[in-house]
């Protein structure tokens, strides 16, 4: 217990703090609250997507597999407008919805930030040839410059509004036309600034900015496709978690751009053929990692339905649903697993197990790597199907997972349970003796 009491001493005094602190921060809250509003088009699109790839065999017998490979072949570019509209140009909503939500943080006009952001982004990545715009850097390989054009554009408008550095109207001109001239001194200077960077960068690399961007976090996102980054990343998750933080919230908040940029690069590798190349995605984490939410609790979820506890089977049967749809804080917050240093052990090290398990049978390819993303509240067995393009592989993978989580929680939470039975026991006592002492029967 000295151990334990030394990580938790840790834990709330230095590392919960500087979480909170980060997680609060109001760019950091700008990134997760625009990965967000771009969410729903991103898992329209990756639908779309397994649609215009069935998962068959080029040569199948199935009758209902040969109808949909010959109707997807067949039909193609146009099942994959969708898809090039929505998943294809992700970094437009990121761009959109980072800058209107760091916007509306710093209380100014959330719709001429996020158009600013957007000419931005589009300035020095897309410029115009043969009359078209490129979509090349509208995919993964923009995310990271689509962020840092947002807080570009927001933070331009931020300091000239600060010093009084604008176009003022008349107040009789209505708002609308204000706001337009307002938003002049800002568009020039973007154009005189990142322009000329732009076209400096080309001449001196080669490369746009996007490019340049993705090389200097390529070994970042490298990074992640390791175990031990993985590790690290869900092992703050489970401690802030068990501090009471929501250490889900603060750390994929963090990790939205890489998942973001790992499953662009995966789908444009599956679109043209070619070999998957990353990880750790977001099914990765939600399907593999947490199978029930954080902590993997969908197994202590299970055990709590058959508890001979009341206060566990009542919240185990109240649980297992929501869990089921990776939904779990009624279970860490009603069994309670914050601060419980009986749940502690596994609530920590089943995530990992899973995610060595699980990254050990991606990298020797027992399973495919993610090319969807899909809502976080699909359950996990559906999810990782879904996830790597509606194979079956990792069904198995998440059933035996399952399996291995009940075996880890089983033993803490039958130490759990009977301390429980015992304090009912004590209650039910207490509850007699009340009763006979008023001279009313025990109820049973």
């Given at each position: 217990?000295?151990?334990?009491?030394?990580?938790?001493?840790?834990?709330?005094?230095?590392?919960?703090?500087?979480?909170?602190?980060?997680?609060?921060?109001?760019?950091?809250?700008?990134?997760?609250?625009?990965?967000?509003?771009?969410?729903?088009?991103?898992?329209?699109?990756?639908?779309?997507?397994?649609?215009?790839?069935?998962?068959?065999?080029?040569?199948?017998?199935?009758?209902?597999?040969?109808?949909?490979?010959?109707?997807?072949?067949?039909?193609?570019?146009?099942?994959?407008?969708?898809?090039?509209?929505?998943?294809?140009?992700?970094?437009?909503?990121?761009?959109?919805?980072?800058?209107?939500?760091?916007?509306?943080?710093?209380?100014?006009?959330?719709?001429?930030?996020?158009?600013?952001?957007?000419?931005?982004?589009?300035?020095?990545?897309?410029?115009?040839?043969?009359?078209?715009?490129?979509?090349?850097?509208?995919?993964?390989?923009?995310?990271?410059?689509?962020?840092?054009?947002?807080?570009?554009?927001?933070?331009?408008?931020?300091?000239?509004?600060?010093?009084?550095?604008?176009?003022?109207?008349?107040?009789?001109?209505?708002?609308?036309?204000?706001?337009?001239?307002?938003?002049?001194?800002?568009?020039?200077?973007?154009?005189?600034?990142l322009y000329p960077l732009s076209l400096f960068v080309q001449s001196q690399?080669?490369?746009?900015?996007?490019?340049?961007?993705?090389?200097?976090?390529?070994?970042?996102?490298?990074?992640?496709?390791?175990?031990?980054?993985?590790?690290?990343?869900?092992?703050?998750?489970?401690?802030?978690?068990?501090?009471?933080?929501?250490?889900?919230?603060?750390?994929?908040?963090?990790?939205?751009?890489?998942?973001?940029?790992?499953?662009?690069?995966?789908?444009?590798?599956?679109?043209?053929?070619?070999?998957?190349?990353?990880?750790?995605?977001?099914?990765?984490?939600?399907?593999?990692?947490?199978?029930?939410?954080?902590?993997?609790?969908?197994?202590?979820?299970?055990?709590?339905?058959?508890?001979?506890?009341?206060?566990?089977?009542?919240?185990?049967?109240?649980?297992?649903?929501?869990?089921?749809?990776?939904?779990?804080?009624?279970?860490?917050?009603?069994?309670?697993?914050?601060?419980?240093?009986?749940?502690?052990?596994?609530?920590?090290?089943?995530?990992?197990?899973?995610?060595?398990?699980?990254?050990?049978?991606?990298?020797?390819?027992?399973?495919?790597?993610?090319?969807?993303?899909?809502?976080?509240?699909?359950?996990?067995?559906?999810?990782?199907?879904?996830?790597?393009?509606?194979?079956?592989?990792?069904?198995?993978?998440?059933?035996?997972?399952?399996?291995?989580?009940?075996?880890?929680?089983?033993?803490?939470?039958?130490?759990?349970?009977k301390q429980l039975l015992e304090d009912e026991k004590k209650v039910a006592?207490?509850?007699?003796?009340?009763?006979?002492?008023?001279?009313?029967?025990?109820?049973?």
């Amino acid at each position: 217990m000295k151990l334990y009491d030394k990580l938790m001493h840790v834990v709330e005094t230095k590392v919960a703090p500087m979480a909170a602190k980060v997680g609060s921060q109001i760019h950091v809250r700008a990134m997760r609250d625009g990965f967000i509003t771009a969410m729903p088009f991103i898992i329209v699109g990756s639908f779309i997507l397994i649609f215009a790839f069935p998962p068959f065999a080029e040569d199948t017998t199935n009758a209902f597999g040969r109808a949909w490979l010959d109707f997807a072949t067949e039909n193609f570019d146009a099942i994959m407008m969708p898809y090039n509209m929505s998943m294809g140009i992700m970094t437009i909503f990121v761009s959109l919805g980072v800058a209107y939500s760091l916007a509306r943080a710093y209380m100014m006009d959330g719709i001429t930030c996020a158009c600013l952001s957007l000419m931005s982004f589009l300035l020095i990545c897309a410029p115009v040839t043969d009359g078209a715009l490129p979509a090349n850097h509208m995919g993964g390989t923009g995310i990271f410059t689509a962020v840092l054009s947002a807080f570009f554009a927001v933070e331009l408008v931020r300091f000239l509004q600060k010093h009084n550095i604008t176009i003022k109207m008349p107040e009789q001109v209505p708002p609308a036309i204000a706001r337009c001239f307002e938003m002049l001194i800002p568009v020039l200077i973007i154009f005189m600034t990142l322009y000329p960077l732009s076209l400096f960068v080309q001449s001196q690399s080669g490369m746009l900015i996007p490019d340049v961007v993705m090389d200097l976090f390529r070994p970042l996102v490298s990074a992640s496709n390791t175990l031990p980054a993985i590790i690290g990343a869900l092992l703050l998750s489970q401690l802030l978690w068990f501090a009471g933080i929501h250490g889900a919230a603060i750390v994929v908040g963090l990790l939205s751009p890489i998942f973001l940029t790992n499953i662009g690069a995966n789908t444009a590798a599956f679109v043209a053929g070619e070999p998957i190349p990353n990880i750790f995605t977001q099914p990765f984490w939600d399907f593999y990692i947490f199978i029930g939410g954080s902590g993997a609790t969908l197994a202590l979820a299970i055990l709590m339905v058959f508890s001979r506890s009341v206060h566990l089977r009542s919240l185990g049967r109240m649980s297992a649903v929501p869990g089921f749809f990776q939904i779990n804080e009624p279970i860490i917050f009603g069994a309670p697993i914050v601060m419980n240093p009986m749940l502690f052990v596994p609530f920590v090290f089943a995530p990992i197990v899973n995610a060595v398990i699980a990254f050990t049978a991606v990298k020797m390819g027992f399973v495919g790597m993610g090319v969807a993303t899909t809502p976080w509240t699909t359950p996990a067995i559906i999810g990782a199907s879904w996830g790597t393009g509606w194979t079956f592989a990792p069904v198995l993978l998440v059933v035996g997972l399952l399996i291995i989580d009940l075996l880890i929680y089983l033993p803490f939470f039958k130490m759990f349970e009977k301390q429980l039975l015992e304090d009912e026991k004590k209650v039910a006592a207490e509850q007699e003796q009340q009763d006979a002492a008023e001279g009313t029967p025990a109820t049973a």
